[in-house]
């Protein structure tokens, strides 16, 4: 900001308004080159795009998915673990997409969700927290059917 900013002698700054009409004529543009003169200019922009959605991909992986570094000398072992990361991501894309959220807002909503397994001397019960409405909107976005409350009932009733 401080490049739009002059101060006065007082000592009071002030919006530069030269530098930001000069500013506004660049907003939306940018300036793309390329070595492949066969390409046309829509086709740069499109591969730029491409680019930055790879990039951003890659960071999602880095970030919100906590992927580290994983060296395997196998290659049938790169493959499934690349295949692993390209199938998480595609779950975190169609998630936001899906429910017009974020993926950690999603998740940290969907992780409230829990199985508790509950003992007796009789036997034992699996069942799912209610699940709260969010979570059923998530769901149902999503076309992931609601667990049933009970998950299984061993013993004698």
Not at 122 to 141: C, F, M, S
């Amino acid at each position: 900001m401080s490049r739009y900013l002059k101060e006065m002698k007082s000592g009071k700054l002030t919006v530069d308004k030269t530098k930001v009409k000069k500013a506004e004529k660049l907003d939306g543009k940018y300036l793309l080159s390329t070595s492949d003169k066969s390409l046309s200019a829509e086709d740069v922009a499109l591969g730029y795009k491409q680019l930055m959605e790879v990039e951003r991909a890659f960071r999602t992986l880095k970030s919100t998915l906590s992927l580290r570094p994983v060296y395997h000398t196998r290659s049938d072992r790169i493959r499934a673990h690349v295949m692993l990361c390209w199938l998480a991501l595609l779950l975190v894309r169609v998630t936001e997409l899906e429910t017009g959220m974020t993926w950690p807002k999603a998740r940290a909503e969907l992780e409230r969700l829990h199985l508790g397994e509950f003992l007796h001397k009789d036997g034992h019960v699996l069942q799912y927290t209610e699940p709260t409405q969010a979570q059923r909107n998530i769901l149902k976005k999503l076309k992931i059917s609601i667990p049933k409350r009970v998950k299984s009932f061993t013993g004698t009733p």
